[in-house]
C-alpha cells in the first residue's frame, strides 16, 4: 500500500537517486558532528553548502505500524535543503545493504532488518517519489542547551510550512527528475 496522501513531514527521507551523499536539513538525531563544508548541485542548478557531516541516529516509521532504529553515516547538514535525501547511490555502494524493488516501492535489507520506502506521489510525468519516515533519535542528538532545541524546532516548523505549500511537481523538478526524458 502506498501513500498519495501527500503527508511529507519534517521527518521524510526522500529517496533520491541523484544525491551522491545523504543530507538533513536540521541538526535534530544527528552525532559526531564535525564542520564541513562543500558545495552541492541541486537538479534545478541551485547551488547549496553543508556546514557539516556526521551520523543520523532515527526510528523508520512504516505504514504498517512498525518500526526500526538505524544509523545513517557521513549525512551532510544542509541547512537551506528543504527536505532530507537518502542517496541511492550510497546504498547501492554499501555490500552490507541489499536494495530491491517490490510492488513500486522501494525495500531495503540492513543487517535483517526490512525497511520499505512505503509512501509514494505519483507525478504527472508518471514518475514518483517514494519516501519513508525517520524520526530523529534524540536522546543522541548534538544540540546544546534547551533553548538551542527550541530554536532549531521553530526552524523546522517553517520549512516543513514551506514544504506543504510546494507543489510535488515543482519538488520533484527541484531534485532534478523534472520528467522521464533523457
Same mark, same amino acid.
Given at each position: 500500500s502506498s501513500d498519495t496522501s501527500g503527508s511529507i513531514t519534517d521527518h521524510t527521507f526522500i529517496l533520491d537517486s541523484g544525491a551522491t551523499k545523504h543530507m538533513r536539513y536540521s541538526k535534530e538525531g544527528m552525532t559526531d558532528l564535525v564542520c564541513h563544508t562543500v558545495p552541492i548541485r541541486v537538479g534545478n542548478n541551485a547551488l547549496m553548502h553543508s556546514t557539516h557531516i !556526521?551520523?543520523?541516529k532515527g526510528t523508520v516509521l %512504516? %505504514? $504498517? !505500524?512498525t518500526s526500526t532504529d538505524i544509523v545513517l553515516q557521513? @549525512? *551532510? +547538514?544542509?541547512?537551506?535543503l528543504k527536505l532530507n535525501l537518502m542517496s541511492m547511490t550510497k546504498i547501492i555502494d554499501n555490500p552490507q545493504i541489499d536494495l530491491?524493488?517490490?510492488n513500486k516501492t522501494m @525495500? *531495503?535489507? /540492513?543487517?535483517?532488518?526490512? /525497511?520499505?520506502?512505503?509512501? /509514494? /506521489?505519483?507525478?504527472s510525468s508518471d514518475s514518483r517519489l517514494i519516501w519513508v519516515e525517520i524520526r530523529p533519535r534524540t536522546e543522541h542528538a548534538c544540540l !546544546?542547551?534547551?533553548?538551542?532545541a527550541e530554536k532549531v524546532k521553530e526552524?523546522?516548523?517553517v520549512k516543513v510550512k514551506e514544504i506543504k505549500n510546494e507543489? +510535488? =511537481?515543482? *519538488?520533484? =523538478? %527541484?531534485? !532534478?527528475?523534472?520528467? $522521464? %526524458? @533523457?
Open positions: !556526521g551520523n543520523f %512504516q %505504514q $504498517d !505500524g557521513k @549525512v *551532510l +547538514y544542509v541547512p537551506s530491491r524493488n517490490k @525495500v *531495503l535489507t /540492513i543487517d535483517g532488518n526490512t /525497511i520499505t520506502f512505503d509512501k /509514494i /506521489i505519483k507525478t !546544546g542547551t534547551t533553548d538551542e526552524e523546522e516548523k507543489n +510535488y =511537481e515543482k *519538488l520533484h =523538478e %527541484q531534485l !532534478g527528475h523534472p520528467n $522521464d %526524458q @533523457v
